[in-house]
């Protein structure tokens, strides 16, 4: 294909995307999972943290068997490894794991040891951003959980839109939801969530950047606490 092809798709699912964004802003998260799986087909999947399973769980009714992609950056909670192989094993759908290039070991090698605490930017990018470019590289559409209420980077939002970046179409259909309408379909349809939600955290990245939440803080405030790091570099 050459570059003026490739522009041009890019340019009509931009288009295309920024169109859903605006026809689906009042749609349900269902409805928009629909529209997105009907229209990729194989080349759309869910992004997971394993934070919790609403979106998979979502998008499994829209499309039996989608591709749900994990990150697994070898920091990971065990809580987070066992929710990731507990929706592999009782959820329908495809769980595909993405591991960065290095393990941890061989990046301390190159870097020296705990470059979370010296470097996080480089280490995110690294150990999330790059691994996650590469695993997607076969879709055209993506899906995150990403919600407007969950902090003011991302306020804005839109159910569906396009990623510039990655050059991809990526959708959020749980973008209006709130902290309570998740708690809400949880418990309606027995979502698998990480047990860590049970045991003070608000939010569940990687165990060197992840703390219990103090009393009144926001779900997000205990990712990279006291670093000024409010993002991993995947969504900004
Ligand atoms: S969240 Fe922390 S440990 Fe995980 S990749 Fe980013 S800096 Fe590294």
Not at 107 to 136: I, S, T, W
Request: glycine letters at 8%; charged letters at 30%; hydrophobic letters at 35%.
């Amino acid at each position: 294909m050459t570059t003026a092809q490739v522009t041009s798709e890019a340019e009509e699912l931009k288009a295309l995307a920024e169109q859903a964004g605006r026809d689906l802003e009042d749609a349900s998260a269902l409805e928009i999972l629909r529209w997105a799986t009907e229209t990729f087909g194989k080349k759309f999947c869910v992004t997971s943290s394993m934070e919790d399973a609403v979106v998979a769980h979502l998008a499994s009714r829209a499309l039996p068997g989608v591709d749900v992609v994990f990150l697994d950056t070898g920091y990971h909670f065990e809580e987070t490894i066992g929710t990731r192989d507990a929706v592999e094993a009782v959820m329908d759908v495809n769980v595909i794991t993405l591991t960065p290039r290095q393990t941890v070991a061989e990046q301390d090698a190159e870097f020296g040891p705990k470059l979370h605490d010296r470097n996080p930017d480089l280490c995110c990018a690294m150990r999330k951003v790059k691994p996650l470019e590469e695993g997607l590289t076969r879709y055209a559409a993506w899906a995150t959980g990403l919600r407007r209420d969950e902090s003011p980077t991302r306020a804005n939002t839109p159910v569906v839109g396009w990623d510039e970046k990655r050059q991809k179409v990526k959708v959020s259909p749980i973008a209006r939801w709130t902290q309570d309408d998740v708690d809400a379909y949880v418990a309606e349809h027995g979502v698998l969530t990480n047990p860590l939600l049970m045991d003070g955290y608000g939010s569940v990245g990687c165990a060197p950047c992840t703390r219990r939440l103090l009393e009144g803080e926001d779900a997000r405030a205990g990712r990279w606490a006291g670093s000024g790091k409010t993002e991993c570099g995947i969504h900004g």
